[in-house]
């Protein structure tokens, strides 16, 4: 398993921006992919964007699509999360995982509290 740290979340008035960066215990990452998920308040976490490490394919959650971008720098870490145009139900905390093989992701971090203000 990697250890991640998560950061940049914070509050935000609705249309406005945040980064968020997933910082690892390891320079490269060797695994399937890695992606960012969030839970708010009373619902289940859901999947908002991933990539894949090899490759870079990216896949976004329709709710967040043409607002939110994951990258990463040369298929290195950190891994961010470029989020813009925020409502108030992306409201939610921001977790990172990384998945050593497809479909199970298997390492976490604490998460990042992003509120959107309307």
């Known amino acids: 398993q990697v250890q991640l740290t998560e950061s940049g979340g914070g509050l935000v008035q609705a249309g406005g921006s945040l980064r968020l960066s997933c910082a690892s215990s390891?320079?490269?990452?060797?695994?399937?992919?890695m992606g960012w998920f969030r839970q708010a308040p009373g619902k289940e976490r859901e999947l908002v964007a991933a990539?894949?490490?090899?490759?870079?394919?990216?896949f976004y959650a329709d709710s967040v699509k043409g607002r939110f971008t994951i990258s990463r720098d040369n298929a290195k870490m950190p891994l961010y999360l470029q989020m813009s145009n925020l409502k108030p139900e992306d409201t939610a905390v921001y977790y990172c995982?990384?998945?050593?093989?497809?479909?199970?992701?298997?390492?976490w971090g604490q998460g990042t509290q992003v509120t959107v203000s309307s």
């Open positions: 995982a990384a998945a050593a093989i497809a479909g199970k992701y298997d390492s």
């Open positions: 990539i894949k490490w090899s490759g870079g394919t990216t």
């Open positions: 390891l320079r490269t990452f060797s695994g399937y992919a």
